[in-house]
């Protein structure tokens, strides 16, 4: 499905991923766990297209995306959710998760039937159409971005840290719609980066390590310490 081979990318010259290769099928549920900093942000960035490869490859079910545009990329069915959410505050929740849609050039009918099926996977989402984006809660901003995600996302979803700051409550939703998204679509590949390893609890089938750009088969030794540390306080 996704495969990266030794993928290098720099920020203002300074190196932010290193070598990175992992072949990723579909169906798979893969989480990239490390601290702020490490390269998670990045890594999906670079998927996306919103990062200029230094070397390297990314292909997406056996094509290569080096000549498809960031833009463009969501007509491969790859959905993304980034961490600052990004909610367009001059239109609604529907409108917001409708776009995407309206960029891919989906028939109304197409829209419809997606916008369905998301309201199935985030039933919270469908007493927040009618409101702005820019009246959401942090955590509603969070089910929101990850409606929009799945608007599109007919093969892969990008999750940037979704659980970051979300009450325990909000938590045990997403947790309940990644679980059924992948009942519904059990060939879809998901990846989810996240700080803290705890807040995944069993939602993936793999999990994969970054420090400093590259990825790691275990925990570095201080991040391990870190969330073994945060186990004893939880």
Request: glycine content about 8%; proline content about 5%; hydrophobic content about 45%.
């Amino acid at each position: 499905m996704l495969k990266l081979e030794n993928v290098s990318a720099r920020i203002d010259n300074v190196e932010v991923l290193r070598n990175i290769s992992v072949d990723l099928p579909a169906g798979s549920i893969v989480a990239v766990v490390g601290r702020n900093g490490a390269g998670k942000t990045t890594l999906l960035k670079a998927v996306m297209g919103l990062l200029r490869l230094e070397e390297g490859d990314i292909s997406f079910d056996g094509q290569s995306l080096s000549r498809v545009k960031a833009h463009e990329r969501v007509l491969l069915g790859i959905g993304y959710a980034p961490q600052e959410r990004v909610m367009f505050p001059s239109m609604s929740v529907e409108e917001n998760l409708r776009f995407p849609c309206q960029i891919a050039r989906y028939s109304k009918a197409q829209i419809d039937e997606s916008l369905k099926l998301t309201l199935e996977i985030v039933p919270q989402l469908e007493e927040l159409l009618p409101r702005s984006g820019a009246a959401l809660s942090g955590g509603q901003g969070k089910m929101a971005a990850l409606g929009r995600a799945l608007m599109v996302g007919s093969h892969m979803v990008l999750l940037d840290e979704p659980f970051q700051g979300l009450a325990p409550a909000l938590a045990a939703q997403y947790s309940d719609a990644l679980q059924r998204l992948h009942q519904k679509m059990p060939d879809l590949s998901i990846v989810i980066t996240e700080s803290n390893a705890g807040l995944l609890k069993d939602i993936p089938d793999k999990v994969m390590y970054i420090e400093r750009g590259a990825l790691l088969p275990e925990p570095a030794a201080s991040e391990s310490t870190n969330q073994s540390a945060v186990g004893a306080q939880l």
